[in-house]
Nanobody, 133 residues
């Protein structure tokens, strides 16, 4: 059973930055495509970004494009990060990372569509991000 663990959340002022990290465990010899989702208070969980196992062609939601960047950190056991800049109060929420369901026994690419949470079967517990002055 694959597990993912998020870290890096916290309280930040509007205009500030945070960097979230996601690490997968359960199979240390492989890396996986990973997505970030956000659940704002009182709202449904929504996809923020996804990156393939190779790190190529990341997908980023239009709502955060230009401010958020997803990438892989090969120096840190292939953790996936979400760099969030110019944060605003609408970015407040719980941020989850997730690994998609295997396709023909493999996990290489972001599922299409990548922002539908039913495409994923391994979820972290989430990390809280609060943007407030």
């Amino acid at each position: 059973q694959l597990q993912v663990v998020e870290s890096g959340g916290g309280l930040v002022q509007p205009g500030g930055s945070l960097r979230l990290s996601c690490a997968a465990s359960g199979s240390t010899s492989e890396s996986y495509p990973i997505s970030w989702f956000r659940q704002a208070p009182g709202k449904d969980r929504r996809g923020i970004a996804c990156i393939n196992r190779s790190g190529s062609t990341p997908y980023v939601s239009d709502s955060v494009k230009g401010r958020f960047t997803i990438g892989r950190d090969n120096a840190k056991n292939d953790t996936v990060y979400l760099q969030m800049n110019d944060l605003n109060v609408e970015d407040t929420g719980i941020y989850y990372c997730a690994i998609p369901k295997a396709v023909w026994g493999r996990r290489e690419f972001c599922p299409l569509p990548w922002n539908r949470d039913e495409r994923y079967d391994s979820w972290g517990q989430g990390t809280q991000v609060t943007v407030s002055s």
